[in-house]
């Protein structure tokens, strides 16, 4: 049996013994829109719970607008023309718009990424800036949050008359949904704030989790600190599996992210039939595999239909290795599930160290395998062993003294698939 897999850029063909239980478990989306540019007008000029944009930036100097960095499939091509020319009627020139790559503490966009994120037109036009969350003093202190989040925001993006977000939604490893307010903290803020936010405190709420948004508290803080950096208005939409656009949501940050999530509850979650002994995942291709950072999210989203002690193996290029030189460290010199989780507990947050925990809180339950190429064992510390550089060798150890009835889920999308077991 051969199951296409994202993987990089051009895909990977699995090839699974015969015999097996399979359950292929696809992403679903709502259809393309008919018409991209009728369905961006009537959002900006028709927006939820807020006047049309062109209304709000009227007698406004200076705008700003955080859009995703090249790990996310946003598309800014596509959704950020219409908006501009919106800013410019209302008298807003072009040097009073500031571009903003909401990197959070990934790595800086490259000149060729940002002619990929924004197109090489608005790219050569606008200015364009990554914001960087290592520079403190790039940011503007706005106090704490009620929770006790110290709050620093890009202060390009304070300063500006009007604060807008431009990005996409999807389920999110610990904020249920990404998009509205994911693209101010962590995108625009600094680390000091985003530690915090990534902290055991958050990241071990049981809600803090995919497709989790009404009880989640790392959701209730982000929206905080949002409101604390004025977020006027933004502009979401939902993606169909081909990357097209599905749905878009403009309007109020809170309103209109909302509706952008209820839309992709009932167009986009898929189901199981049953919790799986084996889930065969991806990293979600590129730009999603890139690093085995952003790889963990396939991990992370597998847990939701697999069996407490069930095998979870994903696939993915890692083409730009391991990631940060702080997570790189962390993975490196990773002990072990239960050891890591007791070594972060009670000692200071540094960068990243999240996700490998996020990772960890999945190991406890689940047996991980790896297929990334990209990567090597030795990189994956205590995670090594079941790290292959062969995808067949990686599909017979994950397969190794399984019953021929046990029941093996594919999901070929990775964390793009909203996927839970029937009820």
Not at 167 to 194: D, N, V, Y
Request: aromatic share 6%.
């Amino acid at each position: 049996m051969q199951v296409a897999f994202a993987f990089g850029k051009t895909g990977l063909m699995l090839s699974l013994p015969r015999g097996r239980d399979y359950t292929l478990v696809e992403s679903r989306s709502a259809g393309p829109l008919p018409d991209i540019s009728a369905s961006l007008a009537k959002a900006l000029d028709h927006p939820i719970g807020s006047k049309p944009l062109a209304e709000l930036a009227v007698g406004k100097r200076a705008a700003a607008i955080s859009v995703c960095d090249i790990t996310r499939p946003a598309p800014n091509n596509l959704t950020l023309p219409p908006l501009l020319q919106r800013l410019h009627s209302a008298g807003i020139p072009e040097d009073g718009i500031t571009i903003l790559i909401a990197t959070g503490l990934h790595r800086a966009a490259t000149d060729s990424e940002i002619r990929s994120i924004l197109g090489a037109d608005i790219a050569s036009r606008y200015r364009v800036i990554n914001h960087d969350a290592r520079a403190f003093s790039d940011h503007q202190p706005l106090g704490s949050t009620v929770r006790g989040t110290p709050v620093y925001i890009d202060k390009r993006f304070i300063k500006a008359d009007l604060h807008i977000t431009l990005g996409f939604i999807e389920q999110h490893l610990m904020l249920g949904f990404s998009g509205g307010r994911k693209l101010i903290a962590p995108g625009l803020a600094a680390q000091e704030t985003i530690k915090v936010i990534h902290s055991p405190r958050f990241m071990r709420e049981p809600m803090a989790t995919e497709g989790s948004i009404d009880e989640n508290p790392l959701h209730a803080e982000l929206l905080e600190i949002a409101r604390m950096a004025r977020h006027d208005f933004i502009l979401d939409v939902t993606l169909t599996q081909h990357r097209e656009i599905s749905g878009v949501f403009a309007g109020d940050p809170v309103a209109a992210h909302a509706a952008g999530v209820d839309f992709l509850r009932s167009t986009s979650l898929a189901s199981a039939p049953a919790l799986a002994d084996v889930v065969i995942t991806s990293g979600a291709g590129y730009p999603l595999d890139l690093t085995c950072y952003q790889i963990l999210k396939g991990i992370t989203a597998a847990q939701h239909i697999v069996k407490p002690g069930g095998r979870i193996l994903i696939v993915a290029e890692c083409a730009e290795g391991v990631g940060s030189p702080e997570f790189a460290h962390l993975l490196r010199n990773f002990a072990g599930n239960q050891e890591y989780l007791n070594e972060i507990a009670s000692t200071p947050v540094i960068a990243d160290q999240w996700q490998l925990e996020k990772l960890a809180l999945v190991g406890l339950a689940n047996e991980l395998y790896f297929y990334a190429p990209g990567v090597s064992p030795k990189d994956l510390g205590a995670l090594g062993p079941r790290c292959f550089s062969d995808p067949n060798a990686a599909i017979n150890s994950v397969f190794e003294g399984l019953p021929n009835e046990a029941r093996i889920s594919l999901i070929p999308e990775g964390p793009y698939c909203f996927a839970r077991v029937a009820v």
